[in-house]
């Protein structure tokens, strides 16, 4: 992606892309041009009801949210599986934009929103790890059991 600035009707953009003399390729070049207007309009929009964030840590995103209408509460975090939502203390269903980002429905109101992180394979993990060390744990006891040792003195 290539930032060209601003630019008005009528301008001329001249872009070029050298390649070695004994090279040859094609490309698709595609343009888009960001309605400023419309750009402003639309973050007034997102941004009048917004997530007050009252904490925030590594798997815990928790705020409030005063609603001015009946709408979707949308999050820059991405859904992988492993997050849950609750509204009010309640469980709520994670709604996904764009396939993969968080959101959830919210009434006309204030809530408390809460998003939780549970990394399943972390649990699994540490109830594995667990299970060897106690499995080590009775091998060497029963390898180095005292009245073994006692028994052949």
């Known amino acids: 992606m290539i930032a060209v600035g601003d630019v008005k009707t009528g ?12 090279e040859s390729s ?3 070049l595609s343009a888009a041009v960001l309605n400023g207007e419309r750009f402003a ?12 964030l009252t904490r925030f840590r590594s798997t815990l995103v928790e705020g409030t949210v005063d609603c001015d209408r009946d709408g979707l509460l949308y999050t820059s975090v991405p859904q992988n599986g492993n997050w849950s939502v609750k509204v009010d203390g309640k469980p709520a269903e994670i709604r ?8 959830v429905n919210l009434t006309e109101g204030v809530h408390t929103v809460r998003l939780t992180y549970h990394n399943a394979a972390f649990s699994l993990g540490w109830k594995i790890s667990f299970a060897c060390a106690a ?19």
Request: a positive charge.
């Open 11 to 22: 301008d001329t953009i001249d872009i070029r892309v050298e390649c070695d003399k004994d």
């Open 26 to 28: 094609t490309m698709t």
């Open 41 to 52: 309009r639309g973050y007034e929009i997102l941004s009048a009801s917004r997530l007050n």
């Open 96 to 103: 996904l934009v764009g396939d993969c980002m968080v959101a």
């Open 135 to 153: 499995v080590f744990g009775a091998l060497a006891w029963s390898v180095y059991r005292p009245d073994k040792k006692s028994a052949k003195k």
